[in-house]
């Protein structure tokens, strides 16, 4: 009997010995990489406009029009450093076409793993924002709002903030920005454009609420953070002007001049950038000591926002080719 | 006497009845073995005494509704010794004959001990035609539900019954009926009987008895084993973990039954079985020819389309006194599922899954008379109570499996609160856990389009029928050749139903109004059943009454009572080695509930996505003429011959409102006929080996007033007149023309060896012509010539089991192996209905390419998880215009388009262990 129940046995240690097989699996494709590897590196090809580019120093997070939303909803895209391919794009509202514009714009990454960034809705086809909102969310959920502030501001002397830009974390806890006023403005032959008219910078505490205005940032158009961790500035009466507002300090001092209008302002391994309101606008770098312009990065087109690259002498650059502002790497000589 | 007129007269005037499933009949004949004279007064009774039956002044008795299953007769007189067989086999529906010769007591000689069998064929009493499969035949067969036993029977496919719609059986599990009134067109029971708890499963098709309604073609009987004297049981382990990819599908299987003594003269069968496959549904679809197809080189197992199932069974048999028993049964069946969608193929393990759960409790009384009484009468109050809940939704979380297909915990389903709770206001909104469809870029090809994150659909499908029923059925017997049956049935239903479409947006954004509905059915049935024999002749005739009330109202209706009369007649006879039956019989069943309420339908291509219930729908009828010679060709070969015509009407139909075409309702509409020829040779198992040989003929034919098919018929006449016909008629959904099954068994001799010698095998082929179907234009929305008038390819199928038991003590263990379309045929089951071939016809894959690139031919830059660097054929770092794109789209849509579910089973092998005692 034992000798027949044998085979029995061994076809049961078989049976519950052996595993099934699998069905087959979906994999991600691989990251391609950069598209090249010595910048200028263009980032992004979007036929779309890509704006607004914040950077940490492992992911650049911008403001995207993507191809193919009828609705001309702006999103969130967030394009890690050296890998090629989009991690993330997060939108509010649908992709079908509706009778709202939802744009993010402005963000900004923390430390702390949360991203702040405007929030407009408007009317297709119609200058301005109908609702404004700034909004913190965790940078794995953008479009879920961890706090949310809605404009208008209104400064301690009235003045009444309609639009804030150039978002950026100074410190845990506290969002720095430039603050100003929004307005649409009639040209000629019946066009008309928003303008912005700058009061200066201000911080506001994302737990408390509370707006403070910089002293001696007052009129900066632009800012950008200096190495000591106070700030360089460019103010609307002098704009070819850079300014260096020490930390706790409420005098800016003059550090030298651009050799043109500067409309963009940014720090790329403890140098003052500037972006110059020249045909076609380029980049010129300023040597914070002696205060003079030392050239200017060659770029591909005409360059809109930059942002620095933490830890590196690259910066990443909005630039107008054709029709579209794309994302480009570029780095200083 | 006046009884006997009276039904005598019920006979000729109303002919009616057929006699029950839930038993069988032993008749025959005492007499004394010296003088071969008959022995009046003889008591004959089976196993423990408290049946049996008194022999009249011909030495006749006859011992009504006995179960079915082996029972030890004895029969006794005075002044004779008595004298035993002690394995008589009862199948329900058929009488046997058992003979015995009495010896006086001055004559000394040892009782009989053998076995006798019933003759299914040479058996006058048996007016139907029923085709029987014991439980130890199941066991033997490759088969594992009773369903796929049933599918072995002649005149079955596919689930429907001599070409009739899905649903118009019923299942009577020991003497009461179960039957999904909710949708059983469209669903399944949701509640198995497993194959193990089985004594015997009877179909019958013809010659339908009077004591069960709610069906039109066919009842599937189904007799529970009861507990034995001793203990007793198996457990057994199916799996095909060792086998190859492409064999492996993922099945394990466990099975354990135990029975035996509980407390005293109580008895009792239990039976758990539990089921799992990593892929629920395998298709034997070719692989794809597209390298970059991840199924390209795992093409046998399909993704998140797992399923696991549970069963169990539970009975007690509780002798109250001499002639009194009460059984109480309990059946819990759970089944889980996750549905693979091609739409989310590369979604991951996300997609929509299903739960369907049934659970059936019965008590059932019995009360027999005294085997000394002149007039038996057996008496059986039933109770039971069925419940079936079905929901499909949007899985929660994947499938989650743990080991081999089995999850244990199943699936948590998006919305189903709102769904169980009926909440049509909550679910106006968006349903949590439903997420917005988009396309996923991760697929191949990268282009947005046809594959997505999500399911479009967005389906929440929620519904629950519960049921209570009474019945009181009288067996009265007087004499041996006169039968009455008369009995009386009461059903209290509730009916829940929910669904929503489109359960991640909000109804204000587009999404189709939620749609529930709540109401309580009532049916009442009576019948009467007379059989009278006579020599070689039975006649046996019947009338049924049924009334039916869906109690449900929409706004432009309400429910009535509808009633209807069922009589029937049958007249068997046998001439030599054959008997000859006819019989006619008028049966109905009530429409599927779900056509009485609204209901939201993710179809637009037809109704439109919402459909209007129609609350006064009646009663679905046919009308059934049945022929049957049945012969012994020798002694081992029998032959069963058999035609019917069968006059469908009232079949529920969806009748267009004006001249919108999404404006539908039902109504009892329809009508058609069913002819067939059925032919079995059959030939017993002796000598090691037995053959079943079954052939059917069938066409069945619907005939539709509905103005969509009418207006294809429109004709011009010469003159211009314009002919509208007042009748269309094309071949109903399961009209196969012909069919083949052949069942061989064979017994290896133990003379070839030890492990060899008793090794069993089994062999089931199939053969049958192919279904209809309707061809459409490319678009769908135009139909090619009368409905149903395309073919299916025909389908075969060859199974075999393998068995050897090793011991023959107490414990045995057996080894065997069960193979499924052993030659991995690849059968077609469906087809596209636009071209006519499970795959899309080259043009129409071009016209699916070119609709999704003309929603979305946006360029797909370098930093999108979209962009393939193989498609950018110029390097610019864009994948655009139509040289780039197109081909992507094209190699998508073919992709998407791939026939998956168009094909049958592959090949199935699972290995098993049983160990019995």
Known sequence: MALRLAPTLAILIILVGCDHTSPYAVDDPEPLGPFSDTPPIRLTFNPGDDRY????????????????????????????????????????????SDSLVDTMVEPALSSDGRVAYVRDQGRPFRLGATTRRLVVAPVDAPSIPAAEFALPFWLPDGRRVSAVQQLSWPRAGVLR???????????????????FAAYGVADLSVQSGELLEIVGADGAITYAAAPDSGMWLIRAGAPRVLLHLPRDSVQARVVGAFSADVSILASVDGEPLGVLQVAPPNVERLDPTTGIPVGTVPAPGRVGRIHGVPGSRRFVAEIMVGNAADLWLLELP | MKLLAATVLLAFTAPAPLWSQSGGMITGQVADALNGQPVPGAIVTLD???????????????????????????ARAAGFQPATWDSVLVTAGRSITVDFQLRPEAVPLPAL???????RLLDPRAPQSIQTITGAELRDLPVTTLAEAIELQAGVVDGSFRGGRLGQEILVVDGLGIKNQLDASTGRLGLRIPTVALEEATLVTSGLSAVYGQALSGIVAASTRDGGDALAGRVALETDRSLPAGWNVGLDRVSATLGGPLVGRVRFFAVFEAEARVDDDPVNAPAPGDTLDPRSSQPHLLPNNSGERYDALGKLTIPLGQRETLRVLGVVSESRRCLFDPELKYAGERGPAQRLSGRLASIHLRRTSSPTARTAVIADLRVGYFEREALRAPALDPAGLRLGGFTFAGPEFAGEAIAVSRDTVAALDPIPGVDPPQFVANAPWGIPAFFTTSSTRGQIVWNRFREGRVRLDVLIGPGTDTDLRAGAEYVKQDVQTFTRLEAYRSVTAGAPLPVSSSFSPVQASGYMELQQRAADLTITAG?????????????????????????????STSLGRAVFVAGWGRFAQPPDFQYLVDAAFDDTLRTGRFRR???????????????????????AVGLRVGVYVRRLDGLIASVPLGVDPDSAVFGNADFGTVKGLEVSVERDFRSGVGVRASYVLQKAEATANDARDLFRRLQ??????????????????FDRRHSVVLVGRARVPPRWGVVPGGTEFTVIGRWSSGLPFTRTSVGGDLLIGVPNSERLPGQSTLDVLVRRVFGTGRWRVGVFADVRNVLNRRNVVAVRRDSGDPSAAEGQIVAMAEAAYLANP?????????????????GDGLVSGRSELFPLFERAARDFAQPLFFYGPPRLIRAGVEVLF
Do not use: M
């Open chain 1, 53 to 96: 580019p914040t950077a940490s120093s492992d992911v650049v997070v911008f403001s995207r029009l993507e191809a193919g939303r009828s609705d001309f909803d702006r999103c969130l895209a967030f394009l890690p450093i050296g890998v090629g391919t989009l991690s993330q794009v997060s939108c509010v509202g649908s992709a079908a």
């Open chain 1, 177 to 195: 920005f430039v603050v100003g006023d929004e307005s649409i403005v009639s040209g000629g032959g019946g066009s008309a454009d928003t303008l």
């Open chain 2, 48 to 74: 423990d005494g408290a049946r049996g039956s008194t022999t009249d002044q011909s030495g006749r008795y006859i011992v009504r509704d006995v179960a079915s299953g082996y029972h030890r007769v004895v």
């Open chain 2, 113 to 119: 001990a053998v076995e006798a069998r019933p003759d």
């Open chain 2, 543 to 571: 009338l049924r009454a049924d009334v039916f009330n869906g109690r449900s109202s929409q706004t432009d209706g309400v429910s009535g009572t509808k009633a209807t009369l069922g009589p029937r007649v049958a007249v």
């Open chain 2, 613 to 635: 219930g129609n609350p006064d729908l009646g009663f679905e009828t046919v009308t059934q003429y049945d022929f049957q010679v049945r012969a012994r060709v020798s002694d």
């Open chain 2, 716 to 733: 011009i006449t010469p003159v211009g007149d314009t002919i509208v016909p007042a009748t269309t008629a094309f071949p109903l959904d």
């Open chain 2, 858 to 874: 946006q360029p797909i830059p370098y930093e999108s998880p979209r962009y393939r660097p193989w498609a950018d054929l110029d």
